[in-house]
């Protein structure tokens, strides 16, 4: 009985890519981290004292982090954010990617939490979709549409 085909596998590249995707420059854009570090791109103004989506990537270490900051993203939808990243969590681990929610880790975000997806080299299909349905979801709550 021949196997049947594995599950399809999108890289660091790919998923990078999908974020830029499906939050376009406009309203907001992408920007180098406020605080220097070359591996970090924000996503929103610089007119704002912070940005809702980080994304660290180095691909000489293998590591990729995606940090949103549901209060940022939306205050009247933050709750909602929450609830989806909990559901996300189990098809992410399934994918190979771990989530975690976490307070800030600089000047910057200390003082709101964040929810952190870190991607493997190759993240499966179904983790793939779930983190593309949640980039959905922020793009809706910040009045982006694609």
């Known amino acids: 009985m021949p196997n049947?085909?594995?599950e399809p596998t999108y890289s660091q590249r790919e998923v990078q890519n999908m974020l830029f995707e499906r939050l376009p420059a406009g309203k907001y854009t992408w920007i180098p981290d406020p605080e220097g570090n070359a591996?970090?791109?924000a996503y929103g103004t610089r007119?704002?004292?912070s940005q809702p989506v980080y994304v660290n990537y180095?691909?000489?270490v293998v590591k990729m982090q995606v940090r949103?900051?549901?209060r940022r993203i939306s205050l009247t939808r933050e709750e909602e954010l929450w609830q989806a990243a909990e559901v996300a969590r189990s098809p992410l681990r399934a994918a190979g990617a771990s989530s975690r929610r976490q307070k800030g880790h600089t000047q910057e975000t200390e003082r709101d939490e964040q929810w952190v997806v870190t991607i493997p080299e190759r993240l499966g299909e179904g983790?793939?979709?779930t983190l593309e349905r949640f980039v959905a979801l922020v793009a809706?709550?910040?009045?982006i549409q694609t």
């Open 127 to 129: 983790g793939y979709r």
């Open 140 to 143: 809706d709550c910040m009045g």
């Open 39 to 41: 591996a970090v791109q």
């Open 47 to 49: 007119f704002l004292p």
């Open 4 to 6: 049947p085909d594995p």
């Open 68 to 70: 949103f900051t549901p």
């Open 58 to 60: 180095r691909p000489s």
